[in-house]
């Protein structure tokens, strides 16, 4: 049994104006706004786009898009980000052998805001973003689409990916705090066995 039967997951409802004409429709709308990995030297924080939800990192094929009546899909988010607490101490340091080597007693703004800015480059080469992985499902029988997430943030950045991909307006119909308010749960529990394992 997952989580899902267990009643530990929150979810978002939406519904869509229309569904895909068919799974090959669906893949190519995955792939127009498909997951991009981020690289350390990217000038962008964060990247959002569409993957497999059981190869979180399968952003090309989407294999195990089709479970039974439903798409099976997932949002994943990764962000580059430090606190100034973790900032600190490097920068300081930075700062403290730049005074050294230029034989300065204050550094000027913009050359703070540039030493800042390779602190940061330095801690991204070392180390991985924060990833967030959200799964969707459409069941193409009602037309309903489960959004797995009731975060604010994560909703409005589905809905705005959602229907730049698929060309589909869609309407927030109600949050859940189970899969059990809405019935169905039986119907929806073989889809996520893959994705959340028997736990």
Not at 15 to 43: C, G, H, V, Y
Not at 119 to 130: A, F
Not at 145 to 151: E, T
Request: overall charge negative; hydrophobic content about 40%.
């Amino acid at each position: 049994m997952t989580r899902l039967l267990k009643g530990n997951v929150s979810f978002t409802v939406f519904m869509p104006e229309k569904t895909p004409d068919s799974i090959e429709k669906a893949r190519e709308a995955l792939a127009e706004s498909a997951f991009q990995r981020l690289d350390p030297t990217d000038l962008r924080d964060e990247s959002v786009g569409w993957v497999d939800a059981v190869l979180c990192f399968d952003n090309e094929n989407f294999s195990s898009l089709l479970h039974d009546s439903f798409f099976v899909f997932a949002l994943r988010e990764d962000k580059y980000s430090f606190t100034a607490a973790q900032l600190r101490p490097y920068i300081e340091e930075a700062e403290f052998v730049f005074k050294r080597e230029n034989n300065l007693e204050y550094i000027a703004a913009q050359q703070k805001k540039e030493i800042r800015e390779q602190v940061i480059r330095r801690m991204r080469t070392n180390s991985y973003p924060k990833t967030t992985i959200t799964e969707v499902a459409w069941d193409m029988d009602s037309k309903l689409i489960y959004l797995f997430s009731q975060s604010g943030a994560t909703i409005a950045k589905f809905t705005d990916i959602f229907e730049k991909s698929f060309e589909i307006s869609i309407n927030q119909v109600h949050l859940f705090d189970s899969v059990k308010e809405l019935g169905g749960a039986d119907k929806m529990e073989p889809v996520f066995t893959k994705i959340w394992g028997e736990k």
